[in-house]
Structure formats: structure tokens, C-alpha cells
């Protein structure tokens, strides 16, 4: 298995512009996590979705954040309009179960000039 | 004062020596606990995890031990290797939702 996959790992965009952070999930695990890591925060949970529908969004920063999961294999991040303090980290993460395994994808570093 | 980023607490330790990290959890409905490392510019990785059921649990190298009474997680890493050098987290599931705590900086010098 190729674990989470992520792309981009890196992105830089100016301030206003719309960006899109994708994630595929490990085949067969039914729940999906987005998680933003920053120095002043360090890791928050964003969003997660269990068998394809949002659970809990309550990390959710504020109305420019949005997230999807259109099939079990493929979830989107986007932030519109993006500002510089949105650069971080962002990570995705999948499990088979809410209380088994958690596995991480490595990151998309986005910087926001 | 003003912060400027998160500070981390460090370790430091020589190889070979053992390490502890210490954690502390704060949901008191958090069933499942795992440890994680995050080598620069990687994602957390997994290193062990315990139930609510255990207090005490041994991997390859590694030992958690939970204290449910305080609340209170540690990681044993033993013969400590450069290649341990990473921050560690814990993290908790209560809710469905797993929770990091700020994690710690470990130092290995040769």
C-alpha cells in the first residue's frame, strides 16, 4: 500500500488566490482527517469524515475553509480566499477505525506571499 | 510575554542512554492513546499505541505507560540512536477525534 498520498507537497500562492490541497486515503480505511500544523498551534484538527461524510468540523477556522469527499478515495481542502496566515502544514490522515491506527500523509507545505 | 511560536520542550540525551517523554492528557473519556514521531519535514509517524485498558504496553526499543489516575503518558525509548532524534507527540481519541498534545524536541548526540 502506498499510504496517504498528498499533493501538492508544496504550493506557494498569493494572498486572495483559491487553493486546493488533495488527499487519497488508504484504500479501505472509512475515516479521513485533515489536520493543519503551525509553530504557534502545532497540529489541529481541522475536519474529519467517516465513510465519506463530515463528522465534525468545529476546526474548521472560519468560512474560507472548505472540505469535500466525493468517494472513499479522494478528499479536497480548499481555502478561498487564501491569506498569509494560512501558511502551515497541512496534513491528511486516515484509520480503519476511530480507535485503530491513524496513518499520515507527509504534508503539503503551503505558503501564502 | 509575547509568544513567538510554540515552544517546545527538549531532551536531550547521549546515545545509548534512555530516554523518557512525558505527556499529559486532559479528556478524561480518551480510551486510546498512541505515540507519534515526526522526523523534519515528514509526517507524525507511528510508534505505539495503548488502551485504556492497559497501563503498560512494550514495543521494539519502546514502552508507553498510562496513568489514567492523573492523566498522565510516558514514552521509554531504550539505547537511544541518532536516528531517534525527531519530536514526539502524544495523542488521545476521545469522541472519535484524535487530539495532540504540543510534543517534545528529543536530541541524541553520538
Known amino acids: 500500500d502506498a499510504g496517504v498520498i498528498q499533493s501538492p507537497r508544496h504550493e506557494v500562492t498569493e494572498m486572495g488566490q483559491e487553493v486546493t490541497l488533495r488527499c487519497k486515503p488508504i484504500s479501505g480505511h472509512d475515516y479521513l482527517f485533515w489536520y493543519r500544523q503551525t509553530m504557534m498551534r502545532g497540529l489541529e484538527l481541522l475536519i474529519y469524515?467517516?465513510?465519506?461524510?463530515?463528522?465534525?468540523d468545529s476546526g474548521m477556522p472560519e468560512d474560507r475553509f472548505s472540505a469535500k469527499m466525493p468517494n472513499a478515495s479522494f478528499s479536497t481542502l480548499k481555502i478561498q480566499p487564501s491569506e498569509p496566515r494560512d501558511s502551515a502544514v497541512y496534513f491528511c490522515?486516515?484509520?480503519?477505525?476511530?480507535?485503530?491506527?491513524?496513518?499520515f500523509g507527509s504534508g503539503t507545505r503551503l505558503t501564502v506571499v | 510575554g509575547e509568544s513567538v511560536g510554540l515552544h517546545l520542550p527538549t531532551l536531550s540525551v547521549q546515545e545509548g542512554d534512555n530516554s523518557i517523554i512525558n505527556c499529559a492528557y486532559s479528556?478524561?473519556?480518551?480510551?486510546?492513546f498512541i505515540w507519534y514521531k515526526q522526523e523534519s519535514g515528514k509526517g507524525p509517524q507511528f510508534i505505539i499505541d495503548i488502551r485504556s485498558n492497559m497501563d503498560k504496553r512494550q514495543g521494539q526499543r519502546v514502552t508507553v505507560l498510562l496513568n489514567k489516575t492523573v492523566k498522565h503518558l510516558s514514552l521509554q525509548i531504550a539505547a537511544t540512536q541518532p536516528g531517534d532524534s525527531a519530536v514526539y507527540f502524544c495523542a488521545d481519541v476521545g469522541f472519535q477525534k484524535l487530539v495532540f498534545g504540543t510534543g517534545t524536541r528529543l536530541l541524541v548526540s553520538p
Open positions: 479528556n478524561s473519556a480518551s480510551d486510546y
Open positions: 469524515f467517516n465513510n465519506n461524510v463530515p463528522i465534525d
Open positions: 490522515a486516515s484509520s480503519f477505525d476511530s480507535n485503530y491506527g491513524y496513518t
